[in-house]
């Protein structure tokens, strides 16, 4: 299947936001935010047509993409490879965050004192999964929260954050990433990984 596109009415107050899929292959940032933002500009009036204009990618200091619309910011992107694929996410507003994590991952030193562990436990548990995904769905959590307040990892390790308020959500689960504040995301399994998107809006991007 060369390309895949999902969308959600809203995460946050933000709007809605686009994501999917295509092969990983030289270009694929740049075609991949072409289609993300074509649907996008379906979705929403802000964005409509903006996927006919000049579009390029560049990094902030910290490394996160920044989209350009004819030399005008465009929408909050993320991307994330996974396996043969590369995913990508827009948002009509604020900044998205993508991370796609491998739920077989382990990491070198299992951290037993990772402050979401427990909680993840127990999400897996309600979702029938096996407890150890559990560093796997909070690191795929935390990332995404991470990218979406646009630092990464620069500062802080997924598995240092916390999880709240979650609630079961079609093929997975809606919760509150504690980076700070709180950034809303969700995860799923998509094949053998975690797919999590967080959002978020109304802040002064960090990464500029």
């Not at 919760?175 to 978020?200: K, M």
């Amino acid at each position: 299947m060369r390309q895949r596109l999902e969308e959600l009415a809203e995460l946050g107050p933000g709007g809605p936001l686009v994501f999917g899929s295509l092969p990983y292959e030289p270009g694929a940032r740049l075609r991949l935010a072409a289609v993300l933002l074509e649907r996008l500009g379906e979705l929403t009036p802000a964005w409509a047509g903006a996927a006919a204009g000049r579009l390029s990618l560049t990094q902030t200091y910290l490394g996160q993409p920044r989209l350009w619309v004819d030399g005008r910011p465009g929408p909050g992107v993320s991307f994330s490879q996974a396996g043969p694929r590369l995913w990508g996410a827009v948002a009509a507003q604020g900044r998205v965050g993508l991370e796609l994590i491998p739920r077989s991952w382990r990491p070198p030193a299992p951290r037993p004192d990772a402050p979401g562990l427990l909680e993840a436990a127990r999400l897996l548990a309600r979702l029938g999964g096996e407890p150890q995904e559990a560093l796997a769905l909070l690191w795929a959590l935390g990332g995404a929260a991470l990218k979406a307040l646009g630092v990464g990892r620069r500062y802080t390790a997924p598995d240092q954050l916390a999880i709240s308020s979650p609630t079961l959500w079609p093929g997975g689960l809606r919760c509150a990433v504690r980076v700070g504040g709180l950034v809303p995301a969700l995860a799923r399994r998509e094949g053998p990984y975690w797919l999590a998107l967080a959002l978020r809006w109304g802040f002064e991007d960090l990464a500029r």
